[in-house]
């Protein structure tokens, strides 16, 4: 009894250990990974896909995780799980905040959608579902899996990172995802500017016409036209960020 008891203690501190340690990485990936960590996703399906993940990834990295207490080596975990989804997670926001800045631009923000969890403008929904889309299409999944494999080098088993890195790398990261957004929206800001700049020049010319009337609803429906063409060249825009991003989450 005592020797079966010696057994199973190895068998736990040899390879439950691990598999739980790396979980707490991929469950926090998870949390806030496009895609699959939506919140329209059901919260079962998620835990799911987290212990597929975690069978993924738990062989291949084994060997990282060594011996001795449980707490600082599971806050490590966590921690670069969240630093990691977060990286992708902004990449997400990018595309809200894009499709936001054109749908005011353009007159379309009285329009929304709900496919999120908090109600977005059309053009913020369809960007964002579009974007989603591409990213699984192009094989998300395992890139993702190989990112988690990898992320060890980046963030090593055990070590919780400085502070002081950590914010510097946020404030990098925050502005790059501000700089993606500004350019997929710069399509749908300068023809806003440059219509707006005709009517009030027509304003001028012809003080009675009414171009409140004409203006608006030609602005919404060039809005949906210039929507419908500039969509597919932004996204590989988008997308190519994203590649970027999976090879290495703490480039500045």
Known sequence: ???????????????LRPLMLTFLRVGAV????????EQSVPARI???LALAFTAIVGPAVMDRHGVGPMLLPALAEVLAGLLIGL???????????AGT????TASLS???????????????????MAGLALAVQAGLHVRVAELMI???DLFPAGRIPLAEDVARWGTAQGARALSLSLALAAPFVIASTLWNVALGVLNRAMPQLMVSFIGAPALAL????????????LLPVWLQALHATLHNPVAP
């Open 222 to 233: 060039g809005a949906l036209g210039l929507l419908a063409l500039a969509t597919p060249l």
């Open 30 to 37: 998870m949390a806030l990974l496009p895609a699959f960590g």
């Open 1 to 15: 009894m005592m020797a079966e008891l010696a057994a199973l203690s190895g068998l736990a501190e040899g390879v």
């Open 101 to 104: 800045i054109a749908a005011q």
């Open 110 to 128: 009285q329009l929304f959608a709900s496919a999120g969890a908090e109600p977005q403008p059309v053009a913020a929904t369809l960007f964002t």
């Open 150 to 152: 990898l992320s060890y």
């Open 46 to 48: 998620r835990l799911v």
């Open 87 to 97: 990286a992708l997670r902004l990449l997400v926001l990018a595309l809200q905040m």
